[in-house]
């Protein structure tokens, strides 16, 4: 356990915080709830509030500019989120299952007065950073209407309907189809509580004489997520999962944090109140027209019956369309073109996020459910690099008995080749993949993955691969 850390006044941090962005965050995440991980901190069910980030890295990692839209999965990326989710959560309640010390230290410098202040001034530094590319390449709206909205809210209602989230498919069919549709479920977990406390959240705001009926509806949806509680909590425990919140922290993709984020900063800010009901309008859409395919993945890969999602309806077009009109309601005649200008981009800009979260996904659970290719690849690669003579970019390290590697992403290809020793290797919470002197792993740009050192000692490098090279031994 940590020493308790002493307290600062608010002067005195605002005092020691520079100029740099940079600076702000390598404070925030030096809060010891999120330390870098311990080989028993794989899964963190009893401790909502232990959080690793992985700091350390925040020593070269610059949060300065926008992350654009082609390096979103990256490891600012993932880093980013981890730090926003925290941000976020540090302004709720939470409750470990039950009392416990690690739980009692760690909330105390999850909500500290110091924590809650640093992450106020990291707030906006990482909202910038993760989101500021959805101003660029955004889908334009044809005419400031209503109509002209509903168009497209009915269009993609359509289009989800015929075409479902690709990870769905590809999970159904991998060969560990279990182990993948674990890791679908524990993505899902990532999401949808923050964004059904993003929706509790806007049902606060005070729009009763603008917009009568918003906090009625939006209450509803809350009190549908309240009611189908126990139905989500028994599809996790029935896959052998908790459902407590951050229990499986290290295995949340960039993506899934980010779908819930969205929401939660829309809630939080309030001068972005139609955007906020537009993302709250595609989540309505997206998982009506997602529940019927998870659904049958998670009946057919764990046996659950999963009835929170087999009890969501499905939605028509129409019925799609008409969540606009029900959500924007006076808003526009009262406000004007701004409001539906708002609505749409809060629309189109979570239908953005989602779709990046299925490719996310999707490329995740191809390359967990086939590492041994992976391996092969491996070999061929350092092979063609001894036999070629050819010099890349390599890595080193020297690590020691249970030396744990919190789960990350690289932002480049990478081998793993063991020298000496023996590790664990990660990617879910299904199984462990052991690796020892001599064997070789290729990682791909932006897979999550994490390790723990078994042996005394252990020696492994990381050749940076090119792409072309990549690519030649890589099938898709």
Same mark, same amino acid.
């Given at each position: ?265 829309? !809630?939080?800010?309030? &001068?972005? +109140?139609? =955007?906020? *009901? %537009? ?6 859409? /997206?998982?009506? @027209?997602?529940? !019927?395919?998870?659904? &049958?993945? +998670?009946? =057919?890969? *764990? %046996? ?6 087999? /009890?969501?309806? @499905? ?7 008409? +969540?606009?009109?029900? *959500? ?66 390599l890595d080193t390290f020297v690590e020691t008995h249970e030396e744990t590697s919190t ?70």
């Amino acid at each position: 356990m940590p020493e308790k850390s002493t307290r600062r006044s608010v002067t005195d941090l605002l005092g020691e915080l520079a100029a740099d962005p940079n600076s702000v965050l390598k404070a925030y995440a030096a809060n010891a709830a999120f330390r870098a991980a311990t080989a028993e901190e794989l899964t963190t069910p009893d401790n909502p509030f232990r959080r690793p980030v992985r700091p350390a890295d925040l020593a070269w990692l610059d949060y300065s500019p926008v992350l654009p839209a082609e390096r979103q999965l990256l490891l600012s990326g993932l880093l980013g989120h981890r730090m926003l989710r925290n941000v976020y959560d540090a302004e709720n309640t939470l409750l470990p299952p039950q009392a416990n010390e690690a739980a009692d230290g760690d909330g105390e410098r999850f909500h500290s007065h110091e924590n809650r202040l640093l992450g106020a001034l990291a707030r906006p530094i990482l909202e910038n950073h993760l989101f500021g590319y959805l101003e660029e390449g955004r889908e334009a709206l044809a005419e400031p209407t209503v109509e002209s909205v509903k168009k497209v809210v009915r269009e993609y209602s359509e289009r989800r309907a015929a075409e479902p989230h690709s990870a769905f498919a590809t999970a159904a069919g991998r060969k560990d189809a279990q182990s993948a549709a674990t890791f679908l479920l524990i993505q899902t977990g990532v999401f949808l509580p923050a964004v059904h406390t993003a929706i509790g959240r806007g049902a606060l705001a005070e729009t009763t004489l603008a917009h009568p009926g918003l906090r009625a509806a939006l209450e509803e949806i809350w009190r549908g997520w309240v009611l189908a509680a126990p139905d989500y909590y028994a599809m996790f425990k029935g896959a052998g999962l908790t459902s407590a919140t951050a229990a499986y922290w290290q295995f949340s993709l960039s993506t899934s944090l980010a779908r819930g984020n969205h929401l939660l900063g829309l !809630a939080l800010a309030g &001068d972005r +109140l139609p =955007e906020f *009901l %537009g993302a709250v309008t595609h989540f309505l859409v /997206d998982q009506a @027209a997602s529940a !019927a395919p998870l659904r &049958d993945v +998670l009946r =057919e890969a *764990l %046996g659950l019956r999963a009835a929170y999602f087999a /009890d969501t309806p @499905a939605m028509e077009p129409e019925q799609a369309a008409d +969540l606009v009109d029900r *959500l924007l309601g006076p808003l526009p005649g009262l406000f004007g073109d701004r409001v539906i200008a708002a609505f749409h981009r809060g629309f189109v800009d979570s239908a953005r996020i989602a779709g990046r979260w299925d490719g996310d996904l999707t490329e995740q659970l191809v390359w967990a459910d086939r590492i041994e290719d992976y391996k092969t690849a491996a070999e061929g690669i350092q092979n063609k690099l001894v036999t070629e003579n050819i010099t890349v970019d390599l890595d080193t390290f020297v690590e020691t008995h249970e030396e744990t590697s919190t789960t990350h992403v690289h932002d480049e290809h990478r081998l793993v080749m063991v020298e000496s020793g023996q590790m664990h290797f990660w990617n879910n919470v299904t199984h462990r993949i052991a690796l020892s002197a001599g064997d070789k792993l290729l990682i791909p740009t932006s897979r999550l993955h994490g390790s723990v050192v078994l042996s005394g000692t252990c020696v492994y490098h990381q050749p940076i691969i090119p792409e072309e090279m990549f690519q030649e031994f890589v099938t898709r």
